[in-house]
């Protein structure tokens, strides 16, 4: 779903609208980012990009838009008339999704006329702050499963349809197996997984008469839930009910609560001694990556992990201390210098370099020998330049990046972050663009 011109803070309205009957049209240049990583974060995944430029190539504010801002701010409606017709024409360097981002690294930057790049600041921030957020989630994970496969149960639990379709397809960025999400699935190529709920078999006499009749209706591989009752009895009963059905590999059962690792070992020797190693133990309820990797450490036999509503929402971290700052307008360089938030001035550019000793610089700079470009040019004139990257693609880029990233930032429990340095040459202009700006203050 593509946002309308009126999803935005009122404050964009009203500063694109002085902006326009002031005359300041010329180019500016913002530039999103993220702070800091939240506590037990190692790194980003970069997500949203796509989302963002969707939004922006339909972008326009018509005439009723316009009316909803003057209702708005309890104007006339020719007050804001000005606004109708605005689209964005501008330029967007982005970060390819799939890619890692470390602190302070851009993201994204829009180069557009003042009035548009500042009226699509809210929704770039929501597109890329919340997808991010979850991928960075996510793969956190596919990590803690080690081999095992991840797959999504959390549109129940999202804040939103949308948001529940953005999770799992970040999800299957990241590296998810599959996903329960039906529209999720048909919309990014995504393998459907599911199985059943306790109120299906509490609505049979008994679990097995559940469990045949669940089978008669899916003739292929079937995942029975065997925790309704006493979870060690329903996975005899299930154990009985697949070997007399004799339906063959990609069967399973699921556990939804207890002690699973407990659970998991017990089940197991059931499943073995009746005949089924083959028969995989599927475990959910309330899981994360840090339950997931406690139950991976602990030996426990599962063989999937199904994680919902602590990653759909990204529960320990559900926002990223991210910004979108003016960092030029009309050619001149600007910065922020209020205390703690100071930002770096000028269009930018990201070279990775091995080991993530990744620098930040300016744009036009020379890049170092051993460093390659993170921001690409992804729209200019207000269209995307060439076309939508496939959703495997991405998660190449971030199985790569990966492989690379220091052992330290991919741990489970207190992760250390890498931190990129700042190019001398852009050292050099901020502090050029502080001085600047505090004789001007001083002046004042």
């Given at each position: ?264 070992e017990r089940c197991r020797r059931l499943l073995d001694d009746a005949g089924l190693p083959e028969v995989r133990i599927v475990a959910s309820g309330g899981l994360d990556e840090f339950a997931v990797d406690a139950l991976v450490r602990s030996g ?22 991210s910004a979108y700052k003016l960092v030029a307008y009309d050619g001149t360089p600007v910065m922020k210098l209020s205390t703690a938030k100071v930002t770096a001035p000028g269009p930018k550019q990201v070279w990775r370099r091995p080991g993530f ?9 020379r890049p170092p020998a051993d460093g390659g470009p993170l921001l690409h040019r992804v729209m200019t004139d207000g269209e995307r330049v060439g076309p939508r990257p496939a959703l495997d693609a991405s998660r190449r880029l971030l199985t790569d ?44």
């Amino acid at each position: 779903m593509t946002p309308q011109a009126t999803a935005t803070d009122l404050y964009e309205v009203t500063m694109a609208l002085s902006y326009l009957r002031e005359g300041m049209t010329a180019p500016a240049t913002f530039s999103l980012f993220v702070r800091d990583v939240p506590p037990q974060r190692g790194f980003l995944v970069s997500a949203g990009l796509e989302s963002a430029l969707d939004y922006l190539e339909g972008l326009r504010v018509e005439p009723a838009d316009a009316e909803a801002f003057a209702a708005a701010l309890h104007r006339p409606a020719a007050d804001l008339a000005p606004l109708a017709g605005l689209r964005f024409t501008g330029e967007v360097w982005g970060v390819p999704e799939g890619r890692i981002v470390l602190p302070g690294e851009p993201l994204l930057e829009v180069t557009a006329p003042l009035p548009e790049a500042q009226l699509v600041e809210t929704c770039l921030l929501n597109m890329l702050n919340h997808q991010t957020s979850l991928a960075s989630k996510a793969v956190r994970c596919v990590l803690a499963a080690d081999g095992r496969p991840v797959v999504d149960f959390s549109l129940r639990r999202t804040h939103g349809i949308e948001s529940g379709i953005q999770a799992a397809r970040v999800g299957g960025l990241v590296g998810f197996a599959a996903t329960s999400n039906v529209a999720a699935a048909q919309a990014f190529g995504l393998p459907a997984t599911g199985t059943m709920a306790h109120s299906y078999v509490e609505a049979f006499a008994d679990e097995e008469d559940a469990f045949r009749a669940f089978a008669r209706t899916h003739p292929g591989p079937v995942t029975l839930l065997v925790d309704t009752y006493d979870t060690e009895a329903g996975t005899a009963v299930a154990a009985r009910v697949l070997r007399e059905l004799n339906r063959g590999p990609g069967c399973g059962i699921r556990l939804d609560s207890g002690d699973l690792g407990v659970l998991a070992e017990r089940c197991r020797r059931l499943l073995d001694d009746a005949g089924l190693p083959e028969v995989r133990i599927v475990a959910s309820g309330g899981l994360d990556e840090f339950a997931v990797d406690a139950l991976v450490r602990s030996g426990a036999p599962i063989d999937v992990f199904a994680v919902g509503t602590r990653v759909g929402v990204a529960a320990d971290a559900p926002y990223l201390d991210s910004a979108y700052k003016l960092v030029a307008y009309d050619g001149t360089p600007v910065m922020k210098l209020s205390t703690a938030k100071v930002t770096a001035p000028g269009p930018k550019q990201v070279w990775r370099r091995p080991g993530f000793r990744d620098v930040i610089g300016t744009r036009d700079e020379r890049p170092p020998a051993d460093g390659g470009p993170l921001l690409h040019r992804v729209m200019t004139d207000g269209e995307r330049v060439g076309p939508r990257p496939a959703l495997d693609a991405s998660r190449r880029l971030l199985t790569d990046d990966l492989r690379t990233l220091p052992a330290e930032a991919k741990r489970i429990h207190d992760p250390v972050s890498p931190h990129a340095t700042i190019s001398p040459r852009l050292s050099r202009l901020t502090d050029e663009v502080r001085r600047r700006l505090q004789g001007t203050a001083r002046a004042a």
